[in-house]
Every structure is written in structure tokens, then in C-alpha cells.
């Protein structure tokens, strides 16, 4: 990238915080928020210090807050011990939380199940002292391979609990997914079920399992424990195989936890980059679970009679952070679901929202834009059939929120009185960086808005110089956290290439593009991949969609940059629209129109030389935007990539274009 990004979004809607929300809110008022950052940045040492000794429990005292000598290899905490585990349930048991309900699951055919933070742990320490029995301790590792259900959940805090670093690859990822990372993370155990059930259908799980420990170097991998989820046939390999319930059965229900050093690897979780092997993001144990938890709670305002709902799957980080242990150790009530947002119908979020009455919703802006069209195209599921009152705050995560997204989140499904808190972060920050404090934070529709106490940010250009307001650059960290990646599992050298390279003096690069504005707010533009270079402009396809879904008729857009002799790139926007997909005979008159309306909104600049429809964009198994097979179709007219690491592959099918 070089040359700043030219901002063409003007978006100047303001959301204060309501009196009544900001009263209440632990962080009250935008000088409380200052001063907090204030203190961060004054005297990080103490600030964290303090931190680390009130929120969570020690084992053993740490004498040193952070320890910067091999820089960017960051160590925080690193003579104190604690247990992760401990600090996310036991704690419970003497807080008055005992008899709450940890978890309220449920299943995919609706089946729901409570357990109250005292059977959870009970749980735990079962599954711990079974897995402790099969041999396995501190310094091993597990991979997980399994549905949202309180036993993956179990399961990931019994690996805690023992220090065995656990490794969660997502249920939709495929066999030869499942291979790489049992190789790469070396892997001892792995913990799957039989089957899962998403949409009523049911998906082998196990027999996956079995085919990736065919393949070459799996050897470690001793045993193999398996949930009985849908009770499917499955293959048996005896004396490698073990039922979850029966290595649980005659337990006894408490199990010691096993200190670990602070910076002991709690997990490892890949990330698929757009390029090259996928890189194992390694976790620490104090300085993660701390940011997990004190995240949870300023951004959610967690409050101890909140349902908390997140709908990640616990194979992403979102899962692991805002489920498993921040919001857990923060003893949040939360709703766990095993299946999808569109099964039975799309009214499935609204209606468990109605039923639980869940008061935080955390979700995606891939589900907020599909359920917008399936409102619109069947209005029976739309939210104003539900009664949404219990709602008090909302929350998005995974991509840029584009504004009129945001909007019709806070109206149709806030009713208009619950904040919207717009998290940037990504598997390597561990929890959120930028974010609002809902009790403090005036809110502007697409924008993650300011950097939580404790976090440094800047916007820089390619040499590492800071760029001025209004000007799109690197996103960049300038100070380490507490909750940073703390190397790629195996590979120090590919860390420091991709993370920190020489230019940046130190800072972490994240990879996204994004610019401040005369506030300081940050405006997500994308990931620096998909800049698209336009006349000698620079654009950020991330504010083009934002202004194509801001038309009536457009549920979801991607723009991409096709290659141009004359203009360098041209803008191709793909689009899915609201209602009906446009037959050939409707498409140009409708591209017309949207031509117009950028025209209009933005300018010439920014208008999409050519337009393609479709009725969903094909999207990554997080639900992202996948803009490198987009480009792809914008240049060759036609797919000519391997589709199979799509969520949805015949969302390619349908497309058709140009106009
Ligand atoms: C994108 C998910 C804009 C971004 C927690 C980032 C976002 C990548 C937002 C990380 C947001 C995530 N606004 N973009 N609120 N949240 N992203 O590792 O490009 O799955 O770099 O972590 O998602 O994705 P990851």
C-alpha cells in the first residue's frame, strides 16, 4: 500500500448514550472513560498491575506487571501462577453466583438445558479427572473438534484446569483442516462427538476425526474421547476411543486445579490468512483471561442479572473469549446455541431472544444483513413479531458494520433504546481493542468508534509516520496488552514478519485499514488487501458497500478492484439484493439506478464500472465477505478457484453479470 486512503463516506449521525443507560453503566460519562485512559497511559505498570490483583485469582503473586527485554516477544505477569479455570468457576462458588445459571443451551430441535455455575464446575472436574485418568497433564495438547454444547464448553475448561493447551478447530472445517492443525499443534488427544446437528440435519463429526488420524504424521494422538450427541453410528477403535460419559462416570466432582505460569499457552487457535498455511495464534493464560474479562465487562456493561447472548460458534475466538472464559470468569448468565439462525425459520434470534429473555445480543453483520433480507422477504420473521423488550444492548463483531446495518439493528431489533457496541478486535488482540463503553461512548453508525483504556492506536502510512485526520492508513497498536498474541505456534520468525515489521518501530500491524476522524474515531476500511486503487485514489471498498446498502433495494454488497489500463482499477460491486433477484431483463435498469444512487452519494469516483447480482455473496465458514474469489469472478468472468473452503458454495452459482 502506499499513499493514504481517500475517505468518501460522510456518515454524521450521533448516538448519546441514554440518561437512564448512562447512569447506571460502571463507566458513566465520556470524562470517566478519559480518565481511565488517562490513568492507562500515565502509568500502564500500576494500571495493569492493579488490574491483574483485583480481577482475577493468583496462585502465586507476580512481582513483575510487564517484561518488555525480548520485545515483541511480550511477557506479562510472567512469575505469577494462577489457574484459568479456577478463576472462571470456582471463584463462583463463594460470589453468591453458586445457583445461578451459568449456561442455558440449546439445541438445535429447541431441547434446552440449564446448568448453574456450581454444576458446570462439578462438570468440569469430572471430564478433568477423567482426562487426568487417560494420563494426560500440563504441557500436553488437545485438539477440539465439536458442536456448541455445554460439554465442548466443559471440556475446553477441563483442559484449562489441567494446563493442557486446547486447540478448538471450528465443526464446519473440513478433514484436511482437521489434519493440519492436529499436525501442526502436535497434538496428543483429541475430543470430538459423533455427529452435530445444524438446520436438522446431522454432520459426522467422529468419522472426520477418524480420517484425519489416517493421515501422516498423527501419531501422537493417543486417544480419542467422544460426545454422544445424536447417538449416529460411528467407527470404534478400541483402546484409543472412549466415550465422554464414560471417562466422566464415578468422577469425583472436584479436581484440584494445577497452577500454571502466566504465561503457560492456554490455547492456540489458527487463523486462515487470504494467503499461505494457516498461522496457530497463541494465547497466554493471566494476561488473556484479564482482557477477556475486563472487556466483557466494559463493553457489555455486564450487570449480575444480564442474559448474555453471544452467537459465535466457540471455534472462532469470539467464542472462546466472549463465552467460554472472559464473560464466564465475569459470571455472566449466558444462552448457548447449538444451530443456525435460519432453522426453523428466520425468526429463530428473535424468537430465543423473546423466550430467554436475552438483555445482551452479541452477533455478526453477516447475520444482521441475511436477516434483514429474509425480514424483508418474509415478513412473518421480521423482529417486529417478537417482543424484543428484555433487550438492553447489542453488540457486532467479525466485519465493518455498515451504517445502515447499524441502524436497523438499533431500530428493528433495540428498539430504538439499546446501544450498539461495534467491537474491532481479531483472534490475535484476544479480546477487544476498539470499542464503545455503552455508558460513555457517543455512538456513530459504522464506526468501532474509540480505543478501550489500556490500548494505543494509530493510523500510520507505509514508512510508519502518523497520518492526519480523515486520511486512511495501516491500523496499527503502538503499546503491547495484556491479551496480545504472543507468537505463532512453532514459527517466532513468521510472528515478527507479519505482526511487526521493521518500518513500524515496534507497533503491531493489524492488516486492516482504517482512518480517524476530527474525533478520533476509527472508520474500519477493510483489510489492506482489498484497498482498490481508482484514477490515482485510493478507496477502501469497505464505505462503497456501506453507501450501495444504504439503497432500499440492497441487502448485501462487496466491492472489489478489477484491473483497468486506463483507470489503473475499476470498481466491480457485487450485490444481493433485498427482494427477488433481478432476472437478465430487470438487472441493467436496476444497475442503473445504483449506479446513480453512488453518483449521488459519493461521486464519480467511486462508481461501480460494472454490477453483478446474486442472492448471497459467498462468504469464509466465519461468515466474511470472501472479496479474493469476488476478484476473481470481476476479472475472468467465471469461478476458476477450488470453492470448497466456502460456506456456501453455490452462492457462486446464481450469480450473474456484469451490468
Ligand atoms: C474484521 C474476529 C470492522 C477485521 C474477532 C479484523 C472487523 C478481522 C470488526 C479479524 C469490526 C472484526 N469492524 N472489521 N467491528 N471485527 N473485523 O480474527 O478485518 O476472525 O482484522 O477475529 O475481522 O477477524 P478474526
Redesign the pocket.
Known amino acids: 500500500m502506499s499513499g493514504a486512503i481517500d475517505s468518501i463516506l460522510v456518515e454524521k449521525r450521533v448516538f448519546e448514550p441514554a440518561p437512564e443507560f448512562k447512569a447506571a453503566a460502571a463507566v458513566s460519562g465520556m470524562e470517566a472513560y478519559q480518565a481511565l485512559r488517562e490513568q492507562a497511559r500515565r502509568d500502564p505498570d500500576t494500571f495493569w498491575g492493579d488490574a491483574a490483583r483485583d480481577m482475577l485469582v493468583w496462585r502465586k503473586p507476580f512481582t513483575r506487571v510487564l517484561d518488555e527485554s525480548d520485545a515483541p516477544f511480550y511477557r506479562w505477569f510472567d512469575d505469577g501462577e494462577l489457574n484459568v479455570s479456577e478463576n472462571c468457576l470456582d471463584v463462583h462458588l463463594s460470589n453468591g453466583n453458586a445457583d445461578k445459571p451459568a449456561i442455558v443451551f440449546e439445541a438445535d430441535d429447541g431441547r434446552v438445558q440449564t446448568v448453574s455455575f456450581r454444576e458446570l464446575h462439578a462438570r468440569v472436574c469430572r471430564i478433568a479427572n477423567g482426562i487426568a485418568g487417560l494420563g494426560y497433564r500440563k504441557g500436553d495438547r488437545a485438539i477440539l473438534y465439536m458442536p456448541m454444547s455445554i460439554e465442548a464448553i466443559a471440556c475446553m475448561q477441563a483442559c484449562a484446569r489441567l494446563g493442557i493447551t486446547h486447540s478448538v478447530v471450528f465443526g464446519g472445517f473440513s478433514t484436511k483442516s482437521l489434519h493440519q492443525r492436529i499436525v501442526d499443534v502436535q497434538a496428543s488427544l483429541v475430543i470430538t462427538a459423533d455427529e452435530q446437528m445444524r438446520g436438522g440435519r446431522a454432520i459426522p463429526l467422529k468419522a472426520a476425526v477418524d480420517e484425519a488420524l489416517a493421515g501422516p504424521d498423527t501419531g501422537r494422538v493417543r486417544q480419542v474421547i467422544v460426545y454422544r450427541r445424536s447417538g449416529g453410528r460411528v467407527d470404534w477403535r478400541d483402546g484409543r476411543d472412549h466415550w465422554l460419559h464414560e471417562i466422566e462416570d464415578g468422577q469425583a466432582d472436584t479436581c484440584a486445579p494445577v497452577p500454571v505460569e502466566a504465561e503457560h499457552p492456554l490455547f492456540i487457535l489458527y487463523?486462515s490468512g487470504s494467503t499461505g498455511k494457516p498461522k496457530g495464534v497463541q494465547h497466554s493464560s493471566a494476561g488473556y483471561l484479564l482482557w477477556a474479562k475486563m472487556s466483557a465487562q466494559w463493553v457489555f456493561d455486564a450487570k449480575p442479572d444480564d442474559v448474555f447472548w453471544c452467537t459465535a460458534d466457540i471455534g472462532?475466538?469470539?467464542g472462546h473469549s466472549y463465552i467460554v472464559y472472559g464473560t464466564m470468569a465475569a459470571g455472566l448468565t449466558q444462552i448457548v446455541f447449538e444451530g443456525v439462525p435460519t432453522y426453523p425459520d428466520a425468526g429463530r434470534f428473535w424468537d430465543m431472544i423473546q423466550r430467554h429473555k436475552v438483555t445482551i445480543f452479541y452477533t455478526a453483520p453477516t447475520a444482521i444483513r441475511s436477516l434483514i433480507k429474509a425480514s424483508s422477504a418474509a415478513p412473518e420473521t421480521a423482529p417486529a413479531n417478537y417482543d424484543l423488550s428484555s433487550l438492553r444492548l447489542l453488540g457486532?463483531?467479525?466485519?465493518?458494520?455498515n451504517p445502515e446495518a447499524w441502524v436497523w439493528y438499533h431500530q428493528h431489533v433495540g428498539g430504538g433504546r439499546c446501544p450498539v457496541v461495534?467491537?474491532?478486535?481479531?483472534?490475535?488482540t484476544g479480546g477487544h481493542i476498539l470499542a464503545p463503553l455503552p455508558g460513555a461512548t457517543p455512538l456513530k453508525p459504522g464506526s468501532?468508534t474509540l480505543p478501550l483504556p489500556g490500548i494505543e492506536i494509530d493510523v500510520v502510512d507505509e514508512a510508519g509516520r502518523s497520518l492526519p485526520e480523515g486520511k486512511g492508513g495501516y491500523l496499527v497498536i503502538t503499546r503491547p496488552w495484556p491479551a496480545m498474541i504472543r507468537t505463532v505456534w512453532g514459527d517466532a520468525e513468521r510472528y515478527v514478519k507479519s505482526y511487526f515489521p521493521p518500518e513500524l518501530g515496534g507497533a503491531y500491524l493489524?492488516?486492516?485499514s482504517a482512518q480517524l476522524d476530527s474525533d478520533g474515531y476509527c472508520w474500519?476500511m477493510?483489510?489492506t488487501d482489498d484497498v482498490l486503487s481508482v484514477s490515482g485514489h485510493r478507496l477502501g471498498g469497505t464505505e462503497i458497500e456501506s453507501t450501495l446498502v444504504a439503497h432500499e433495494a440492497v441487502a448485501e454488497a462487496a466491492v472489489v478492484g478489477r484491473p483497468d489500463p486506463v483507470t489503473g482499477e475499476a470498481v466491480v460491486a457485487f450485490v444481493v439484493p433485498k427482494d427477488e433477484l433481478p432476472g437478465e431483463a430487470d438487472a441493467p435498469a436496476l444497475a442503473g439506478a445504483l449506479r446513480d444512487w453512488v453518483m449521488r452519494e459519493v461521486g464519480p469516483i467511486a462508481k461501480p464500472r460494472e454490477i453483478w447480482f446474486g442472492n448471497a455473496m459467498p462468504k469464509t465458514r466465519?461468515g466474511?465477505i470472501m472479496r479474493r474469489l469476488l476478484r476473481i469472478v470481476a476479472e475472468n468472468g467465471e469461478i476458476t478457484q477450488d470453492t470448497s473452503t466456502l460456506e456456501n458454495p453455490d452462492a457462486l452459482n446464481r450469480l450473474h453479470g456484469p451490468y
Open positions: 487463523t472462532w475466538v469470539t457486532s463483531v467479525g466485519e465493518p458494520i461495534d467491537t474491532w478486535w481479531q483472534t490475535e468501532c493489524s492488516g486492516d474500519i477493510g483489510r466465519s466474511k
